[in-house]
């Protein structure tokens, strides 16, 4: 039975959340990203907000300098430490990693009062940081965003009034905006008001509706004692309240629980000299839901072996659905370690994901908005109960999922405590905008939505800075996987997103003249044929590459070759032109990046194949097949002549060269000899595939994109004199171990 003070404040919610609704269109959209392949990417999340914002809190109570690593920067912990420097304590960053700070408490412990307080719409501010004006020189005001007006604070003022707080109402009874004027009694020093043999002071309040009312309260009561009962039937968030119980006794302050009541033993409050910020679990659930509703593999970097934040339940949850999950100690760190996660997707007929039944959230309610977004796509109805508290949070987080389910044509309805959802097919369902109501859970919702149905938009994504001010980017670096890492370390990783696109451009123009009976054919001096895809697929490129990189000069096959002026594009539009005027699948597009002396990227695109191949330097080489993930690759470790698989395009150009014969003789100490010809062969060489390719006449458009593919995934690229690069005219290629042998055949 909802309560008339639920009733008020859910009507207020209501009220507001219509507002937003009805506003959005006038918020930018976000087209959310599907998965078109299988996911194999490791994430690194930032740190936990929840745990970020209890340090600071605790720092901002000692008597020593707290060094802080892996503080979440966000929207929320910036107000927390905006709210900190108010007060008067200081909060130092590190001018090359925002994430690592000091806090330092002032020196005659009195915090600085007569100010005011902006919450925007974080509750851990609005409801811990009274627990410090509850030892200031003068009386703090409490704002913050419009929203924020709707989120109930009267059982933490309450509490606080028992407290001997004086708590003025600036609108509506029990919300913000308010101003709390401290205890005169209050010994503002930072030493204990109370003596720990001596009675604590009693406070009761109903929390039913945040756990956060409980945490503030025995943040209060920390330096003087306390003895806390929640007289409500349903205590939310259980699992926050422990964390909030666990960061207190690092900083030497017992808590005891018994039932619901809590016993504050008055101390002095001082974290260790140097904390480390776990990262946030609960900011990890739509990265491990995405491997659920699009298959594949997602790693979670640095989780911890044991934790109090209710993300870590999530590893027990998704089990129940049908994900493989283990977790491995890290090799420097043994507390923490790499949690692996396998799904097998929507679209996997063999493998279902399991809806949950009647399931009780309560523990881990905050990551409700992620297993709602999967189980919209489960095999059976779920219930999840416990969880009547998120009508209380950015938004009213029940009824705006049962608004977007519907939309999208699933099937959900909210009940007293919680929401019910019924999967409809796959095909029922279609993508469509998606409100976040300026909630970061609902835009993330819609994110992982949008994975699945496509044509799926987000309002206002940005919304989710409030948690994850980098939830885009490590949303896309996750479905393009873990590459994506790996060429982040180089100075050409947009470089190589870039050619990302140009490749794009040339399948689109490639495949759709590809077997075209007006393709229009001709041939060039040299007797090689050329078609009209050659040319608009060069051009083409060569236009995107005058919008992004206008200064970079451009060598091509078809329409001009430039000299380079410290970089340079060198490009094959159609490499194995004679294969695709004759309908034969094995021809690519080739994108190489010349930086001074250097060929510092490579892409070969091979549609018909399926398949495309890159490398940048210092990343790695990577083979990506078409509805999979990128997947790194290495060239054989064959040693011998006679283990040994070799290709040639063909035996023609060997005879001007003088070598045919010793050619031809190499073919007799080799296992097998293939002639995959062209850019393929040196792909698979790439790939492992085969140990040993050559060829006796090459241009540089021909050589330049494969050169550090190979080199990259550890194969050995020069010319017929042992030059290394695409510099000769001609080119051998193999691995490591078989170079030596294999270079005076062809030398």
């Known amino acids: 039975m909802v309560t008339d003070n639920w009733y008020r404040y859910t009507t207020t919610m209501n009220e507001a959340q219509s507002q937003q609704h009805n506003a959005a269109t006038t918020l930018p959209l976000w087209n959310a990203p599907v998965a078109h392949t299988s996911l194999d990417a490791t994430v690194t999340v930032p740190g936990s907000k929840s745990l970020s914002n209890r340090y600071l809190i605790l720092a901002a109570m000692g008597s020593r300098t707290v060094e802080l690593l892996g503080l979440l920067r966000s929207r929320d912990t910036d107000l927390m430490i905006g709210a900190l420097r108010a007060l008067g304590v200081q909060v130092q960053e590190d001018t090359q990693d925002p994430t690592h700070v000091w806090v330092t408490a002032p020196a005659n412990g009195v915090l600085q009062g007569d100010i005011t307080i902006d919450c925007g719409l974080a509750g851990t501010v609005m409801r811990f940081v009274p627990a410090l004006a509850m030892r200031t020189s003068g009386p703090v005001t409490f704002d913050g965003d419009a929203q924020a007006y709707a989120r109930p604070m009267k059982p933490l003022l309450d509490g606080l009034e028992q407290l001997g707080a004086t708590i003025t109402y600036l609108g509506e009874p029990g919300f913000l905006p308010f101003i709390l004027t401290p205890p005169k009694q ?70 005891d629980m018994h039932d619901n009541t809590w016993h504050v033993t008055a101390g002095q409050v001082q974290l260790p000299e140097r904390v480390v910020v776990e990262p946030d679990l609960s900011n990890a659930a739509p990265f491990i839901g995405a491997a659920l509703l699009a298959g594949g593999r997602v790693r979670i970097a640095h989780w911890p072996e044991h934790t109090t934040q209710p993300g870590g339940l999530l590893p027990e ?58 189980l919209v796509f489960a095999d059976s109805p779920t219930t999840l109960h416990g969880i009547a508290h998120l009508r209380g949070h950015e938004t009213n987080r029940l009824q705006a999922l049962v608004e977007q389910i519907t939309a999208i044509g699933g099937h959900a309805e909210e009940i007293a405590d919680g929401i019910r959802i019924t999967p409809v097919p796959l095909d029922a369902m279609h993508g469509t905008i998606m409100q976040s109501y ?19 938009q987000v309002e206002n994504i940005a919304t989710t800075s409030k948690t994850m001010p980098q939830f885009v980017q490590l949303w896309q670096d996750m479905l393009q996987g873990d590459w994506v890492t790996a060429v982040a370390k180089s100075p050409w990783h947009e470089d190589i997103r870039l050619a990302m696109r140009l490749a794009d451009a040339a399948d689109a123009i490639t495949t759709a003249r590809f077997a075209a009976l007006d393709l229009h054919v001709e041939d060039k001096p040299d007797h090689t044929p050329v078609s009209d895809a050659d040319r608009a697929t060069e051009r083409a490129i060569r236009d995107i590459l005058a919008q992004e990189r206008p200064q970079d000069s451009i060598y091509g096959e078809e329409l001009g070759k430039q000299a380079s002026r410290g970089r340079r594009w060198i490009i094959d539009p159609i490499d194995g032109t004679k294969n695709y005027v004759r309908v034969l699948d094995a021809w690519a597009t080739l994108i190489g990046l010349q930086v001074d002396d250097e060929i510092v990227l490579g892409m070969v695109s091979a549609p018909m194949l399926h398949t495309r191949w890159f490398a940048v330097r210092g990343g790695g080489a990577y083979m990506m ?106 080119a051998l290629a193999t691995n490591a171990q078989l170079y030596q042998t294999v270079f005076p055949w062809f030398h």
Not at 223 to 248: E, F, K
């Open 317 to 374: 949850y998704i089990r129940a659905m049908g994900a493989q999950v283990t977790w491995q100690a890290d090799a420097t760190n043994s507390a923490t370690g790499t949690l692996h996660v396998r799904g097998f997707g929507v679209h996997d007929t063999n493998h279902a994901l399991h809806g949950l039944g009647d399931f009780d959230i309560a523990a881990a309610g905050e990551i409700a908005p992620s297993f709602a977004a999967m």
């Open 438 to 456: 300026a909630d970061h859970r609902m835009a993330t919702f819609g994110a992982m939505i949008g994975l699945v149905l496509e044509g799926t």
């Open 625 to 730: 097949r078409e509805g999979q993930a990128p997947q790194r690759i290495h060239v054989s470790q064959v040693g011998t002549l006679d283990h040994a698989s070799l290709s040639l395009s063909s035996l023609s150009g060997w005879k001007e060269r003088g070598n045919r014969d010793r050619v031809i003789a190499l073919t007799d100490q080799v296992w097998r000899l293939r002639g995959f010809g062209d850019f393929w062969q040196y792909m698979l060489l790439a790939q492992g595939a085969i140990d040993i390719c050559a060829e006796p006449e090459l241009d540089l458009y021909d050589m330049a994109a494969l050169v550090p593919i190979v080199e990259e995934a550890g194969g050995v690229f020069t010319d017929l004199d042992g030059n290394p690069g695409p510099w000769g005219g001609n």
């Open 186 to 255: 209050a010994d503002n020093t930072n030493t204990v008001a109370r003596n720990a043999q001596s009675t604590a002071p009693q406070v009761a309040i109903d929390a039913s509706g945040s756990s956060q009312f409980i945490s503030g309260l025995l943040f209060a009561g920390a330096r003087s004692g306390l003895q806390l009962t929640h007289t409500g039937a349903h205590t939310p968030s259980l699992p926050h309240i422990r964390m909030t119980m666990a960061d207190l006794e690092s900083a030497h302050i017992q808590v």
